[in-house]
Nanobody
Framework: QVQLVESGGGLVQTGGSLRLSCAASGRTLSSYAMAWFRQGLGKEREFVARISRRGGTTYYADSVKGRFAISRDDAKNTVDLQMNSVKPEDTAVYYC?????????????????WGQGTQVTVSS
């Protein structure tokens, strides 16, 4: 069992930066590929970014490519999402998720563990 807790959300102006963090407890994150998803008000939860078990491979949604960066620190059992050049359409609740599978996936149904989410609001 893995417990995930996100932090770092808040209010940021368009063009600004924000860094989200996901801390795990219960089991080491090194056994999991990790991802960030987001859900805007009235929208479906969508994939944002994924990082492989050892951090060698990252994958991004087209909407955030070049602006966001996912990273992990297995010694600290954390996964971060650096958000740069944010836009109002980035406003959402951001969730981290853990996947024990080995096949890269953007499907939220494939992720076994989820955090409670952290709100990010981008003002125009």
């Amino acid at each position: 069992q893995v417990q995930l807790v996100e932090s770092g959300g808040g209010l940021v102006q368009t063009g600004g930066s924000l860094r989200l963090s996901c801390a795990a407890s219960g089991r080491t994150l090194s056994s999991y590929a990790m991802a960030w998803f987001r859900q805007g008000l009235g929208k479906e939860r969508e994939f944002v970014a994924r990082i492989s078990r050892r951090g060698g491979t990252t994958y991004y949604a087209d909407s955030v490519k070049g602006r966001f960066a996912i990273s992990r620190d297995d010694a600290k059992n954390t996964v971060d999402l650096q958000m740069n050049s944010v836009k109002p359409e980035d406003t959402a609740v951001y969730y981290c998720a853990a996947d024990s599978g080995i096949v890269r996936t953007t499907l939220k149904s494939q992720y076994e563990y989820w955090g409670q989410g952290t709100q990010v609001t981008v003002s125009s």
